[in-house]
């Protein structure tokens, strides 16, 4: 699942994980994150900060504190790239990796590729 | 000219830095560089056993506590090329140091030896930040997971916040089907990798026979990782 307010992310994002062959999710807020996880389990979430509403940071650490959901790895993907937010996002939202954008498409799909090898969501 | 002094820190125990610390200690050596190491882990000491020196002989402790010289507490180790200064295993030895003596200790050093290489405790207690104040430059030892790079980029944050250049980090037990590859470390923590050393069964000897793998296994490829680093800490360092 790719959540970000922005259309454009949502498209492009999603357009590059298709391509590479996996199936994508989009929701625009943390809110419609939330409330798309009562029904979907996806096998990873990219998740921006910068929000309207809860921003990323709380929406991490809604599903991480949530037993249902909290095995669904989670990266943020972001222009928050500072050390301070990196450590926010592996220390308090205990997401389990950060992406810094601008990223370029081949390293995107890597990173999923590898997040969703090393880090499976618990059936 | 004033040598230079340079810790190896990780956030988390376990890293594996004492044993890099050591044996790129001895790298250092053998390209000709008049090379110490300080074992200022004073609650976790294990450069002793790292070398095979005799657990009775004056340490850093004793320094700490103004029971020995510096001159009484540093070894010449012939066989591994360096002299070294080892820490106590004892619990009582920890009674009565004063840690902030380190700083004025490292700076001696410092006018005898090119390379002080000091083996620092890990996390991020006040010990810590005195033998980070003591160092010149810094290098971070990690190990491919997530909760060791995350205390890492801790350990960069405050680290960064003392003025103190980071010269790199060092991925240490690599190879593993599942770990984080060492190109998303660097992006992490934003710091060059220099090098990944991988834990073969050469490393897993010379760990288990208290051996120094540079002499042990001269020909490994974890050896041969290890010289790469050091040649690059050399760059690095000028």
Same mark, same amino acid.
């Given at each position: 699942?790719?959540?970000?307010?922005?259309e454009? +992310?949502?498209?492009?994002?999603?357009?590059?994980?298709?391509? /590479?062959?996996?199936?994508?999710?989009?929701?625009?807020?943390?809110?419609?994150?939330?409330?798309?996880?009562?029904?979907?389990?996806?096998?990873?979430?990219?998740?921006?900060?910068?929000?309207?509403?809860?921003?990323?940071f709380?929406?991490?650490?809604?599903?991480?504190?949530?037993?249902?959901?909290?095995?669904?790895?989670?990266?943020?993907?972001?222009?928050?790239?500072?050390?301070?937010?990196?450590?926010?996002?592996?220390?308090?939202?205990?997401?389990?990796?950060?992406?810094?954008?601008?990223?370029?498409?081949?390293?995107?799909?890597?990173?999923?590729?590898?997040? $969703?090898?090393?880090r499976?969501?618990?059936? | 000219? /004033?040598?230079?002094?340079?810790?190896?820190?990780?956030?988390?125990?376990?890293?594996?830095?004492?044993?890099?610390?050591?044996?790129?200690?001895? /790298?250092?050596?053998?390209?000709?560089?008049?090379?110490?190491?300080?074992?200022?882990?004073?609650?976790?000491?294990?450069?002793?056993?790292?070398?095979?020196?005799?657990?009775?002989?004056?340490?850093?402790?004793?320094?700490?506590?103004?029971?020995? @010289?510096?001159?009484?507490?540093?070894?010449?180790?012939?066989?591994?090329?360096?002299?070294?200064?080892?820490?106590? +295993?004892?619990?009582?030895?920890?009674?009565?140091?004063?840690?902030?003596?380190?700083?004025?200790?490292?700076?001696?050093?410092?006018?005898?030896?090119?390379?002080?290489?000091?083996?620092?405790?890990?996390?991020?207690?006040?010990?810590?930040?005195?033998?980070?104040?003591?160092?010149?430059?810094?290098?971070?030892?990690?190990?491919?997971?997530?909760?060791?790079?995350?205390?890492? $980029?801790?350990?960069?944050?405050?680290?960064?916040?003392?003025?103190?250049?980071?010269?790199?980090?060092?991925?240490?037990?690599?190879?593993?089907?599942?770990?984080?590859?060492?190109?998303?470390?660097e992006?992490?923590?934003?710091?060059?990798v220099?090098g990944?050393?991988?834990?073969?069964?050469?490393?897993?000897? @010379?760990?288990?026979?208290?051996?120094?793998?540079?002499?042990?296994?001269?020909? @490994?490829p /974890?050896?041969?990782?290890?010289?790469?680093?050091?040649a690059?800490?050399?760059?690095?360092?000028?």
């Open positions: 699942m790719v959540v970000d307010d922005e454009d +992310i949502l498209y492009l994002v999603g357009t590059i994980l298709r391509k /590479a062959g996996h199936e994508v999710i989009t929701a625009s807020s943390g809110e419609e994150c939330l409330d798309i996880l009562k029904t979907e389990k996806p096998d990873l979430i990219l998740l921006d900060v910068m929000m309207p509403g809860i921003d990323g709380e929406t991490a650490k809604v599903i991480k504190a949530d037993e249902e959901n909290r095995s669904i790895p989670i990266a943020m993907l972001t222009v928050k790239s500072g050390d301070k937010d990196k450590l926010r996002s592996l220390e308090e939202c205990r997401v389990d990796w950060h992406i810094s954008k601008p990223v370029d498409r081949e390293k995107l799909v890597e990173m999923v590729n590898w997040l $969703l090898k090393s499976p969501r618990k059936l | 000219m /004033a040598g230079i002094s340079v810790s190896y820190a990780s956030g988390r125990d376990g890293a594996g830095k004492s044993t890099i610390c050591a044996n790129l200690g001895v /790298a250092l050596s053998q390209m000709g560089l008049k090379t110490v190491i300080v074992d200022a882990d004073v609650e976790g000491a294990s450069m002793n056993l790292i070398f095979g020196l005799d657990f009775d002989v004056p340490t850093i402790h004793d320094y700490l506590s103004g029971k020995a @010289s510096a001159d009484e507490v540093t070894f010449n180790l012939k066989s591994a090329g360096i002299d070294l200064v080892a820490g106590s +295993i004892k619990v009582e030895s920890l009674k009565d140091i004063k840690f902030d003596l380190l700083k004025e200790f490292i700076a001696g050093l410092k006018e005898k030896y090119d390379i002080v290489f000091i083996d620092i405790p890990a996390g991020l207690s006040v010990d810590t930040m005195t033998s980070l104040s003591a160092s010149d430059v810094v290098v971070l030892v990690v190990t491919p997971d997530i909760l060791s790079v995350s205390s890492a $980029l801790k350990t960069k944050v405050i680290t960064k916040g003392m003025d103190l250049k980071i010269l790199g980090a060092i991925v240490n037990r690599a190879g593993g089907e599942y770990d984080i590859p060492a190109p998303y470390i992006d992490m923590l934003g710091v060059e220099l990944s050393i991988s834990e073969g069964e050469e490393v897993k000897r @010379s760990l288990s026979t208290g051996k120094i793998l540079l002499l042990d296994s001269p020909d @490994s /974890a050896t041969k990782s290890l010289k790469q680093i050091a690059k800490l050399v760059g690095g360092s000028k």
